[in-house]
């Protein structure tokens, strides 16, 4: 009987923290980009994987379909996929991640698929694993966290700038259909296609529709997360949901604040393709011709 008591009592514990911690946590509505879906390439456990085609940039002109990829990674690419994925023609991967990232989840690829690593940002310090323990101490807010992925968007496009030439290089010069990526294929990832497509000439409305379509492929899966955030709250209390929520979605402000940077520190973008990225008017047209049509 008195194990029977003590059983409810915990029970009762459990819904009691439960209820508080659900009170606490007022969701905030994301962002999905008005773009259809068609893009999308649907291989099991790889997410977020599309390629870029269809769109027209400012010159009325067309991408061309099924050349550049990007995706989530591919740790968990299985053997009975790689016939779909060889369909894609991808003759090379360019992994965004950095090396405590891969070392956790290495890619699983076709063994005549190329594969190199260009770690734009480098965790020396294990930021990253050291900002998920700070988040379930309750050490870092919702808007903590809305600040640091800012500075993370600011610092990458402008910390490693010869790493970030040699990514868009690598991505451009590619003869055959080539495809990059980072974790969960959004921020990094989306930061790369954004490069790409101003190089390219595509307009601001473009390239943010482009970019939120993340949240739009990766919808299911952030609200299977928050759900089990929310549900599991009392096992970690001080943790704020909001946190979860600004680290699984991407924002259009996010976006912006990388390209504010490349403003505030080389004065436009135009002057960072050419500065930074080496890319001069005459080889912007030359990239033009090749990828659109």
Known sequence: MKNRFLIMRYFYY????????????TSSKPEFSTYSNQNHVEIKKVNNLRY?????????????DSLIYRSGNLHQLRKFSF?????????KVIDLRTQQEISKEPDQLPKDVNYKIYSAFEDKNDEMSNAKQLALKGKISKNDADKRMIKFYTDYVSENPEI?????????N?????????????????????LILKILKFDNSVIFEEYLQSNNLRQHMIQKRLNLAKTFHFVYPKLDIGV?????????????????????KYDSMDNYIHQVLGISENQREIYIQKFLQ
Not at 52 to 64: F, H, Q, T, V
Request: charged share 25%; glycine share 8%.
């Open 14 to 25: 459990l819904f009691l923290l439960f209820i508080i911690s659900c009170k606490t946590y």
């Open 52 to 64: 870029l085609g269809g769109i027209k940039n400012s010159e009325g002109k067309i991408l061309k």
């Open 83 to 91: 016939g779909e994925f060889e369909k894609m023609k991808i003759s």
């Open 164 to 172: 970030i030439k040699q990514i868009i290089t690598e991505i451009l």
């Open 174 to 194: 590619s003869e055959q259909p080539i495809l990059y990526h980072c974790t969960a294929g959004k921020d990094r990832t989306g930061m790369i296609t954004a």
């Open 244 to 264: 979860v929520e600004k680290t699984s979605w991407i924002e259009h402000n996010y976006l912006q604040s990388a390209f504010d940077e490349i403003d505030k």
